[in-house]
């Protein structure tokens, strides 16, 4: 049976295994870390999430150019991101 669980963490080293997750929110969080610290935040999420696994940003929040090719914009209107299937 699938359970829901939640895990808070620091963002730069989430205690999760790798590609585990089916779903990271960093609802309105970029906008509050400096962008030089972007890609090592991005590069974690990545890290944890599954393939096909999404990724939920704020409204104001963007994927960084770099990170692009790394997620197919699921549902632009609500900031939804599924991870790149390898």
């Given at each position: 049976?699938?359970?829901?669980?939640f895990?808070?963490?620091d963002v730069f080293?989430?205690?999760?295994?790798?590609?585990?997750?089916d779903l990271?929110?960093l609802?309105h969080?970029?906008?509050f870390i400096q962008?030089?610290h972007?890609?090592?935040?991005?590069?974690e999420?990545h890290?944890?999430l599954?393939?096909g696994?999404?990724?939920?940003l704020?409204?104001?929040?963007?994927i960084?150019?770099?990170?692009e090719?790394a997620?197919v914009?699921?549902?632009?209107?609500w900031h939804?991101?599924r991870?790149?299937t390898?």
């Amino acid at each position: 049976a699938r359970r829901v669980g939640f895990v808070q963490g620091d963002v730069f080293r989430l205690p999760i295994a790798s590609e585990v997750a089916d779903l990271v929110l960093l609802r309105h969080l970029l906008i509050f870390i400096q962008s030089h610290h972007h890609d090592k935040i991005l590069a974690e999420v990545h890290r944890v999430l599954r393939p096909g696994g999404r990724l939920v940003l704020g409204s104001v929040e963007r994927i960084p150019p770099a990170w692009e090719a790394a997620w197919v914009p699921e549902a632009p209107t609500w900031h939804v991101f599924r991870k790149v299937t390898e």
